[in-house]
């Protein structure tokens, strides 16, 4: 009775498997190996191109950077010119005010002179420090998009399909006391271990964005 029951309900699962497609019964097997076969073929990972660009090495062989950099000099020794005016100024008040008798209408003034230029060369000083690394953020923020862009194009056009950033790759940490720091930032940093100097496009993104450049005039975008 019990073995009946058992080929009942053998029968019926075959059925359920033929009516499903998944029959494994003899004459069959390899056809379905064939389809299977073809099946996980369709679904496998089609190779992909990797390659690594280096951000400091792009940025050292870019034209734009010292261009850049000369224009936040010429914007620092501009603000440093209006604080040199205003200090020969303080100092001019100062000088003036060691003449003046004590207690005079005319000492008071020139006291409140000398403390607005002295209040005003601070301002400046410190506007002029915040000014100067807005500059200098911006210009490293905007070359970065750049090469980001850049790495793009040039990666589409060559058949690339990632693009990694390899800065400092292959690089032992060190345990000195004035790179500690530095090497504990990297340990939880670094993502490339290794890269072979085929893989590395930095030079190649850095002549796409000298060329671009060059298109341009030479001139950086007005900020």
């Excluded at 601070?122 to 850049?150: D, H, M, P, V």
Aim: net charge negative; charged share 30%; glycine share 6%.
């Amino acid at each position: 009775m019990h073995s009946d029951k058992l080929w009942r309900w053998t029968m019926a699962g075959a059925i359920a498997l033929v009516g499903a497609g998944i029959w494994f019964g003899p004459g069959s097997v390899g056809a379905w190996s064939r389809e299977a076969r073809a099946g996980h073929a369709s679904l496998a990972a089609s190779p992909t191109a990797v390659c690594v660009v280096d951000l400091n090495k792009v940025m050292n062989n870019l034209d734009e950077k010292p261009v850049r950099e000369r224009e936040t000099k010429a914007l620092g020794e501009e603000r440093q010119k209006q604080i040199d005016e205003i200090n020969a100024k303080l100092k001019a008040a100062r000088d003036e005010l060691s003449l003046l008798p004590r207690g005079t209408e005319e000492y008071r003034k020139k006291v409140e002179e000398v403390y607005r230029l002295q209040q005003q060369t601070e301002f400046e000083f410190e506007f002029a420090k915040a000014l100067l690394n807005e500059r200098q953020a911006r210009n490293l923020i905007e070359l970065f998009n750049k090469i980001q862009e850049a790495a793009a194009s040039y990666a589409e056009r060559e058949g690339y399909q990632i693009v990694l950033r390899a800065d400092r790759a292959g690089e032992p940490l060190s345990l000195e006391d004035g790179e500690r720091e530095q090497s504990q930032r990297d340990l939880a940093t670094r993502m490339i271990l290794y890269s072979a100097d085929a893989v590395d496009i930095s030079a190649a993104v850095a002549q796409w964005m000298n060329n671009e450049f060059k298109a341009g005039g030479g001139a950086t975008k007005p900020r």
